[in-house]
């Protein structure tokens, strides 16, 4: 019957040891730790793709703008002649272009079709600008095209930009929100599964109490065990979580807001931090658990 | 080193003990009897302050047992070695990680050869990596009292001891209650044998207290 002779263990696994290896917690700790973390990288790969196209819709409708001259047909060269010039001695423009007739109706054909008769309908023609750096001054240029062409309308893209941007920027804060709520589940949850578990092991309490066990030393014994369980419960999570995205569609050109979403470069090591963070949460969250029970189990 | 001025405990508007003085001194050996449901496991929670008194004083090792934080009690607990009537263990752990739970707890190794000699001394060394529960009534109350005085505590309480054993065991955990008493230990068994107490007392030099309508005395030559 005599154990044989081992390693004496440290005062840290020996504290891990005084509570019971099993029990109903043990599962649900880790399950809630590995869903929540699962959940937590789409949460983080939906704001981070928010977050760079926010970015690449901005940086693109920013750089650019469209000059449109809606003119009496005798009137359209003359104009013409007039917003270029205008054009080429404005300060922050780097390039302007006259948009072919060509170039226009494959911009509408996605909405009209392919035989649109171009040539019989009013369609205004088109110029595009790029800015320089620094860009130039819209109002002063709107100005002189008003003076010099007054069929000439200047559209930097700001009313397009600014909605789309905002709209980005909430999901990516909509993004940021769930991981908070989805950190707080996880915390309320392990919480429930401390206290529960602290209620179920109340004879052992009692036993440590006997002979001398301080509450830190007791609550850190149920600490360890559910700060490790969470850690573990993470690391499947996260690793499942970061697969999930990984058999995401890749993002292309023609590609929407859905085949975004991922993690780009060093993107992915985001979710690495997840698993100490909910362990983290786990540590903290087990801790206040388990003080506050163990002044009720007085 | 344990003493009670004055001391009562109420609970649920009755007053279980009232007026109990008691000084436990350095070496001494107490009994204390008196029938089921008189007070004597309370009185004995009170003397190692895990409940409070209602009215007077009670103090452990000279500091009054209602200014002691949590941290406190668990450190006077050290000094003191509880045994009870049902042995409590952690019935995960093996017999000898039970034995030294009470360094565990403090974080403190505990010797081997230490933890062997006082196995053998309770006569349960070939049973040191046994389950708690795989234990018969005698071998848990010797585990017990051996985890009691593995810190070299200053005062034993000892809750029926032998409530669970029979007559042979009963007078074999005695007789290491009188070892311990012996070598400089303060000891306070709660019992209701009778027959125990007469037989320590031909042993030792045993005060004998006496719970009887709430109030401790000390019992006479009827024993």
Redesign the interface.
């Known amino acids: 019957?005599?154990?044989p002779?081992a390693k004496?263990a440290s005062?840290a696994t020996?504290?891990l040891?005084?509570v019971?290896?099993s029990g109903p917690t043990a599962w649900l700790t880790t399950f809630t730790a590995g869903a929540m973390t699962f959940l937590c990288v789409f949460a983080l790969a939906l704001s981070l793709a928010s977050g760079r196209l926010a970015d690449r819709w901005s940086e693109a409708l920013a750089k650019t703008a469209t000059i449109r001259l809606s003119a009496p047909p005798e009137q359209v060269d003359l104009q013409t002649d007039a917003i270029l010039s205008v054009l080429s001695t404005t300060p922050g423009v780097a390039s302007f272009r006259v948009i072919e007739d060509a170039e226009a109706r494959a911009l509408l054909e996605p909405w009209f079709g392919p035989g649109l008769p171009i040539e019989v309908l009013q369609i205004p023609r088109l110029f595009e600008v790029m800015e320089a750096d620094p860009p130039y001054d819209s109002e002063g240029l709107r100005q002189r095209l008003v003076a010099e062409a007054p069929g000439a309308l200047l559209d930097d893209h700001t009313r397009w930009r600014r909605p789309l941007a905002e709209a980005a920027e909430r999901i990516r804060l909509l993004g940021i929100l769930s991981i908070v709520l989805i950190g707080a589940t996880m915390a309320a949850m392990i919480t429930l599964a401390a206290r529960a578990a602290l209620a179920s092991n109340a004879?052992?309490i009692?036993?440590?109490?006997?002979?001398?066990?301080?509450?830190?030393?007791i609550a850190r014994a149920f600490v360890r065990r559910f700060t490790l369980r969470a850690m573990s419960g993470a690391v499947i999570g996260a690793a499942a979580g970061m697969a999930g995205v990984a058999a995401l569609p890749v993002a292309d050109a023609a590609g929407g807001f859905l085949t975004g979403l991922g993690f780009n470069g060093t993107g992915w090591l985001w979710p690495l931090i997840l698993p100490p963070v909910a362990g983290l949460v786990a540590f903290s969250a087990t801790r206040r658990a388990a003080l506050a029970k163990l002044?009720e189990l007085? | 080193m344990i003493a009670f001025e004055n001391a009562a405990y109420s609970y649920g508007g009755g007053e279980l003990l009232t007026d109990v003085s008691l000084r436990l001194a350095p070496g001494s050996f107490h009994f204390l009897t008196g029938p089921s449901g008189s007070g004597k496991s309370t009185f004995l929670k009170l003397a190692y302050a895990e409940l409070k008194p209602t009215a007077g004083r009670i103090t452990l090792f000279d500091r009054d047992v209602t200014e002691l934080s949590r941290d406190d009690v668990a450190r006077s607990r050290r000094r003191i070695g509880i045994v009870h009537q049902d042995c409590k263990f952690l019935d995960h752990l093996t017999l000898a990680a039970n034995m030294a739970l009470p360094f565990t707890v403090s974080d403190r190794e505990s010797a081997p050869q230490d933890l062997d000699d006082l196995l053998t001394w309770v006569g349960l060394n070939h049973l040191s990596g046994a389950l708690p529960p795989q234990l018969s009534g005698g071998e848990r109350q010797r585990a017990a009292l051996a985890r009691a005085v593995i810190v070299d505590p200053d005062v034993i309480l000892a809750d029926e001891p032998t409530g669970n054993v029979d007559w042979e065991m009963s007078l074999r955990i005695l007789t290491l209650l009188v070892e311990l008493n012996r070598m400089g230990k303060t000891i306070l068994v709660a019992t209701h044998d009778l027959n125990l107490i007469r037989q320590a007392k031909a042993q030792i030099q045993a005060r004998v207290l006496r719970i009887s309508k709430h109030r401790i005395q000390l019992a006479g030559a009827d024993l």
């Open positions: 019957m005599k154990p002779k004496p005062p020996r504290a040891q005084v019971p290896p004879e052992v009692r036993v440590l109490r006997l002979v001398g066990a301080k509450d830190s030393y002044k007085t």
